[in-house]
């Protein structure tokens, strides 16, 4: 059964970091893509950036709101994937899913698989 | 970017009805879209990708058509468990993009 698990989603002040984590079994971690898309409250959906798969170098991709602050990174050693986020505005505040791509293409078409999300506040 | 316009933002219908969910794109995108359901509280779950193709496990009062700015996503006779907020998203370029989402509920 594929698992994509979130965490470290916390209150944070603007301006702080957080790292959210993405643990994940059930799929071969190398061979898939890893996004990240967030929804603030009430809100729709916002691809935040992905991660590509090992055989396309692990890649990364990011939204024009988050690109400079935001890295996203994986230890296929613990098949998790990171969400690295620095300079955090008010507007960062947000659910973030964790979503997994196991096609062969380039760039993730499709989300296939989602965590449960993790909440991230940013506000003094 | 390519924009995704969803119309309507809300609806509201009765179990059995036929519900109709339309997505414009500001570009020609092919038919590199899916459709996703959300229900509160919850993830984001595939019901149909490449536009008109059902994700296996997704009942087939599901469906999906259209190509290049121009997309619909039907349910047939909604059922109970299908009210929800309906999202399109497309892959033709990055970034990725998603629509602002329908939801659907009770009449």
């Known amino acids: 059964e594929v698992q994509l698990v979130e965490s470290g989603g916390a209150l944070v002040q603007p301006g702080r970091s957080l790292r959210l984590s993405c643990t994940t079994s059930?799929?071969?971690?190398?061979?898939?893509?890893l996004s990240w898309v967030r929804q603030a409250p009430g809100k729709g959906l916002e691809w935040v950036g992905f991660?590509?798969?090992?055989?396309?170098?692990?890649?990364?991709e990011y939204a024009a709101s988050v690109k400079g602050r935001f890295t996203i990174s994986r230890d296929a050693s613990k098949s998790i994937a990171y969400l690295q986020m620095n300079s955090l505005h008010t507007e960062d505040t947000a659910v973030y899913f964790c979503?997994?791509?196991?096609?062969?293409?380039?760039?993730?078409?499709?989300?296939?698989?989602w965590g449960q999300g993790t909440l991230v506040t940013v506000s003094s | 970017d390519i924009q995704l316009t969803q119309s309507p933002s809300s609806l509201s219908a009765s179990v059995g009805d036929r519900v109709t969910i339309t997505c414009q794109a500001s570009?020609?995108?092919?038919?590199?879209l899916n459709w996703y359901q959300q229900k509160p509280g919850k993830a984001p779950n595939l019901l149909i990708y490449?536009?008109?193709n059902l994700q296996t496990g997704v009942p087939s009062r599901f469906s999906g058509s259209g190509s290049g700015t121009d997309f619909t996503f039907t349910i047939n006779s909604l059922q109970p468990e299908d009210f929800a907020t309906y999202f399109c998203q497309q892959y033709d370029n990055l970034p990725l993009s998603f629509g602002g989402g329908t939801k659907v509920e009770i009449k």
């Open positions: 979503t997994s791509y196991t096609g062969n293409y380039y760039t993730p078409t499709v989300f296939h698989y």
């Open positions: 570009h020609d995108i092919a038919n590199y």
């Open positions: 991660i590509r798969s090992k055989p396309y170098g692990g890649t990364t």
């Open positions: 490449d536009a008109s």
């Open positions: 059930g799929f071969s971690f190398g061979n898939c893509a």
